[in-house]
Nanobody, 118 residues
Framework: QVQLVESGGGSVQVGGSLKLTCVAS????????VSWYRQTPGGQRIQVAR???????EYLDSVKGRFTVSKDSARPMVYLKMSSLNLEDTAVYFC????????????WGRGTQVTVTS
C-alpha cells in the first residue's frame, strides 16, 4: 500500500522559515517526479514546486528564490524548504509522486497546514 505522509507544517511569522518533509512508503519513490502543491479553503490545488526524475526543478513564480524542493538520496523522503514566508503562503501543502511520464500512477499525501501570521 502506497502512503505519503507530510510533516513539518505549523504556524510561523511573516519572514520566517519552515521545512516540510514527505515520507513515502510502499513505492519506489526514485522512479517518480515529486511535487509539492498547496491549497487554500475554496481554492484550487496548485503546484508550487516540482523535481523530475533527472533532478530538474521548477517553481511557481511567486515562490522562486524562496522555496527549494529536494530529495533524500538514501531514503524515500522529499523536502520543501520554505523561507521568507508571507501571508499568501498560508495553505495546506501536499506532496505528490507522479509516475505519469512512464505510465505509472500518481499518489498524494493528506497534507500539512502552513499558517503564516503577521
Amino acid at each position: 500500500q502506497v502512503q505519503l505522509v507530510e510533516s513539518g507544517g505549523g504556524s510561523v511569522q511573516v519572514g520566517g522559515s519552515l521545512k516540510l518533509t514527505c515520507v513515502a512508503s510502499g513505492v519506489a519513490s526514485k522512479l517518480y517526479a515529486v511535487s509539492w502543491y498547496r491549497q487554500t479553503p475554496g481554492g484550487q490545488r496548485i503546484q508550487v514546486a516540482r523535481m523530475d526524475r533527472s533532478g530538474r526543478t521548477e517553481y511557481l513564480d511567486s515562490v522562486k528564490g524562496r522555496f527549494t524542493v529536494s530529495k533524500d538520496s538514501a531514503r524515500p523522503m522529499v523536502y520543501l524548504k520554505m523561507s521568507s514566508l508571507n501571508l499568501e503562503d498560508t495553505a495546506v501543502y501536499f506532496c505528490s509522486l507522479d509516475g505519469s511520464s512512464w505510465g505509472g500512477s500518481t499518489y498524494w499525501g493528506r497534507g500539512t497546514q502552513v499558517t503564516v501570521t503577521s
